[in-house]
């Protein structure tokens, strides 16, 4: 295989999975043995099922039933989607999910990349195009219209047309905008590109952690908490650029207060949207063409397709160097037999675009809520988005404009801003790495770890508005990026896991759109009492986040160890 794939190739490993020599005969394969698999064999020891570190059929059977118990669910694709965990299991972590780790990660870094990079840039904006305080938030709210549209439409779009599409398209239209920002001759312009540019960022979160963990391990599942640790190295890696640009080529307050701030005296924030546009666009290259991503094997199941859910897993397979016992013969053995979905042969154009078509509506949302337990995680996860959606940008992204002010306290240098900005972004980049080992800690697990850092988040917050003082602000702000990043990290992680496969998209897209939805207001709330006192968005966003603890702490599904649908 060459170096760059014709992503518009179907690849015979898509097609069929007859065509690679991955299959061995259960008693032949590798069989990952964790606790719930060592009851299973304990079990079939006790009725006489012969047992070893091999499967068969009676064996993969029982294992099947007691998780099926475990769950509450019994149909058909749950039979077959615990399946397939099982062969995921076997296979275990290997080059394809590695690749796929870093290939989901340039989403989540893009995401925070541009919140952070138009955080960073507004002042720079205001004075070039002599925008009043109370409008130049707005600048902020086009973006939030963009990723609310990106977060709503690629998330349903991924349960109903496949994952591969979002995936390979996401990043390529935030690309394009992202270098067209810095082109834009007026700040209409500038904020129509960024509208433009979060309709594709937009649609990274709800569908690139849906499919990583969908091509997960069971064993490995923490990874995709370790995932988010993309997220704080996006706004990392866009404070450094901005602390290398802005200080050197921007208007100072005093050039912007004669009036003398002009394109060619503040290139600084074009410089520094041309660069993430290129990064962007790179990581579009590197998804589209130097990788081949199969679509998820649970898409496929949900849609009746157990032969290209198969091939999928053999795929991934040959992609590790491994065997895997996975058949169409055992998947229907055992999970039973699906009816073949529709054909589309014989059909029009026409008739085609209708048949999927019809396949949005409310009833997407419908198994959400079709168990209690299940339906109260899903207003209180849904809550915790839409608070955190509010009170994340109300700090972070006027933060810049916070930190010259000095809280009300006189005005800082250019460089200081950038430099503490950057500080903050350095500390804050561990706390997704603990929350990957927290986690999995018995009595903690992904609630535990989840509450207690939103809970500290908030406390901070309060704090850090109590003195002007440059270190006393730089501490605490420090503070509440750590804890910010790992309650972040595992909320990213925990929302996917909690959604069956086949609405995963549809529960983690609505999820980013009440994230999104709420951050359009955050802009309003910030512009308009900034001028009054640059504490109270502070003071709002403390709140926001410490609602978002007292709805954690009532959520019923704990995910840790838990097999996924």
Sequence with gaps: ??????????????????????????????????????KSISSGAESGTACSSHWTLDSLRAAVETDM???????????????????????????????????????????????????VILTSIQREFNIADDHIGYTTTALFIGLCLGAS?????????????????????????????????????TAAMFACLGTGVGGNLPVDGALYLEFLPTASGNLLTLLSAWWPVG?????????????????????????????????????????????????????????????????????????????????????????????????????????????SAGMSTVQIIKAQLSKFGTHRLAPLFAERKLAINTVLIWFCWATIGMGYPLFNAFLPIYLTRSGGGGSKPNSIVYRNYAILSIVGLPGSLIAYYTVDIPYIGRKGTMAISTLLSGIFLFLF???????????????????????????????????????RG???????????????????????????????????????????????????????GRQKL
């Design 1 to 38: 295989m060459g170096f760059f794939l014709n992503p518009f190739s179907v690849h015979n490993r898509d097609r069929a999975a007859g065509d690679l020599d991955v299959v061995v005969p259960l008693d032949q394969a590798h069989r990952h043995v964790d606790v719930g698999d060592e």
């Design 69 to 119: 118990a475990a769950s509450g669910h019994d149909a058909v694709y749950d039979r077959k989607s615990k399946l397939v965990n099982k062969a995921l299991q076997d296979i275990g972590m290997g080059r394809y999910q590695w690749a796929l780790f870093c290939l989901c990660g340039f989403g989540w870094f893009a995401d925070n990349l541009w919140l952070q990079g138009l955080a």
């Design 153 to 189: 439409v690629w998330g349903i779009l991924s349960d109903v047309l496949g994952r591969r599409i979002a995936f390979n398209t996401t990043l390529g239209i935030a690309g394009v905008f992202g270098l067209a920002v810095g082109g834009a001759p007026t700040w209409l312009a």
């Design 235 to 343: 706004q990392l890696v866009g404070s450094l650029l901005a602390w290398g640009f802005l200080p050197n080529y921007s208007c100072s307050a005093e050039v912007a207060a004669a009036g003398q701030c002009t394109r060619e005296n503040n290139m600084g924030w074009r410089y520094l949207t041309f660069t993430m546009g290129a990064m962007t666009f790179l990581m579009f290259i590197a998804r589209f063409f130097m990788f081949h991503l199969f679509e998820s094997p649970k898409y496929y199941l949900s849609r009746g397709k157990d032969e290209l859910a198969v091939a999928a897993i053999h795929g991934i397979a040959a992609r590790n160097g491994v065997k895997t016992w996975l058949t169409l013969d055992i998947l229907r053995e055992v999970g039973g037999a699906t009816e073949a979905a529709a054909s």
């Design 465 to 503: 508005t109590l003195s002007t003082d440059d270190n006393y602000q730089l501490a605490f702000s420090s503070l509440e990026s750590f804890f910010q990043n790992a309650m972040y990290g595992v909320l990213y992680a925990y929302t996917p896991e909690v959604f069956p496969a086949p609405n």
């Design 506 to 560: 549809t529960g983690t897209g609505v999820a980013s759109l009440f994230n999104r939805v709420t951050g359009l207001c955050a802009p309003i709330i910030a512009t308009n009492t900034l001028g009054l006192d640059p504490r109270i968005p502070v003071w709002i966003a403390g709140a926001l986040i410490l609602s978002a603890f007292v709805a954690m702490v009532f959520l019923p599904i704990e995910t840790r």
